[in-house]
């Protein structure tokens, strides 16, 4: 069983920055890839971004990738969603999850990003 911790959420003024972290309990090997979804209030869960282990990387959306960045520290499992120039449509609710067999089989408890405008 793979339990994920997220962390390094909280309040930020607009135009500032949070890193995100995820932590692994165990070494996964039996994960394929790591990833980063968020439920605002009122919305459905969207996919922010994912990374494997061989580091390849994927975003929700390509405006993204100017402002938000995934990474990993294989020897610390740990993933990490670096995120700047932050807007208050990014409040929400920040999801770590791990996909084995291409099914988003571990989720973390989420933690709260709120953007102030």
């Known amino acids: 069983q793979v339990q994920l911790v997220e962390s390094g959420g909280g309040l930020v003024q607009a135009g500032g920055s949070l890193r995100l972290s995820c932590s692994a309990s165990?070494?996964?090997?039996?994960?394929?890839?790591t990833g980063w979804f968020r439920r605002a209030p009122g919305k459905e869960r969207e996919f922010v971004a994912s990374?494997?282990?061989?580091?390849?990387?994927?975003y929700g959306q390509d405006s993204w990738k100017g402002r938000f960045s995934i990474s990993r520290d294989a020897a610390k499992n740990t993933v990490y969603l670096q995120m700047n120039n932050l807007k208050p449509e990014d409040t929400a609710v920040y999801y770590c999850?791990?996909?084995?067999?291409?099914?988003?089989?571990?989720w973390g408890q989420g933690i709260q990003v709120t953007v102030a405008s």
């Open positions: 999850a791990a996909s084995t067999n291409s099914v988003w089989s571990y």
């Open positions: 165990e070494r996964t090997f039996s994960v394929a890839v």
């Open positions: 990374i494997s282990r061989s580091g390849g990387t994927t």
